[in-house]
């Protein structure tokens, strides 16, 4: 009988994966990772031009979210899953001195890159956290608006992690999600390892 992979080895597995991606971008994953992918997920020539090349190293998303938002001035905004930062920056500057964004993210090395990133380019408006998406370090009701780049198929609990950003969002507030889905789910014994996670 094949061992099922407890959630807390998925969050583990998940962790160390991306810490991997920040401390070593160009190295070979079983997903692609860069600003290559960043261009082919739709972010415009002029919006990659503008941040350092930092921003852009260790990009893991699956699409530019931004234009489905419509950021206004003054908002508070959630990116979950923040990795090395792009997402945010770019919403930093949307939503201007008065807005915020916060960045939740599962590995530590990455959130590092994030505020080196914002440090480099002078935002003042953001701020990243180490932490889990199923138990987020927030109050309710904080976030007019939330970016999701890629993020719920990393979560062995993607319920909890749809009812926590519920939570954390504001009455009317709203998010983009893009992700990756499956017509029909994976036979367990086809998610034998961390590896297989990420397939």
């Known amino acids: 009988m094949t061992r099922k992979l407890a959630p807390v ?3 583990e597995g998940v962790r160390a994966t991306f810490t991997r991606v920040a401390e070593t971008p160009r190295a070979s994953f079983r997903f692609p990772v860069g600003a290559t992918l960043a261009r082919q997920v739709g972010y415009p020539e002029d919006v990659l031009a503008s941040v350092p090349s930092s921003a852009t190293e ?14 206004q001035h003054g908002e508070c905004v959630l990116d979950l ?6 997402d945010s920056v770019l919403a930093a500057r ?3 001195p008065n807005g915020f964004v916060k960045g939740l993210d599962l590995a530590a090395a990455m959130v590092a890159r994030a505020r080196a990133l914002a440090v ?3 935002l003042k408006n953001t701020d990243f956290t180490e932490g889990n998406a199923e138990a987020m370090p927030f109050p309710d009701r904080a976030f007019d608006a939330a970016l999701v780049n890629g993020f719920f198929n990393l979560c062995p609990d993607k319920v909890a992690v749809a009812g926590e950003l519920s939570r954390v969002l504001k009455p009317g507030g709203r998010a983009a999600i893009a992700e990756i889905t499956f017509t029909d789910p994976l036979p367990p014994t086809e998610v034998r390892t961390i590896d297989d996670w990420f397939r």
Do not use: K, N
Not at 58 to 71: Q, R
Not at 81 to 86: K, N
């Open 120 to 122: 480099t380019l002078g």
């Open 9 to 11: 080895e998925i969050r």
């Open 81 to 86: 899953g923040s990795g090395g930062g792009l």
């Open 58 to 71: 260790c990009f893991t998303g699956l699409a530019y979210l931004h234009p489905y938002l419509d950021l």
């Open 94 to 96: 949307a939503v201007g």
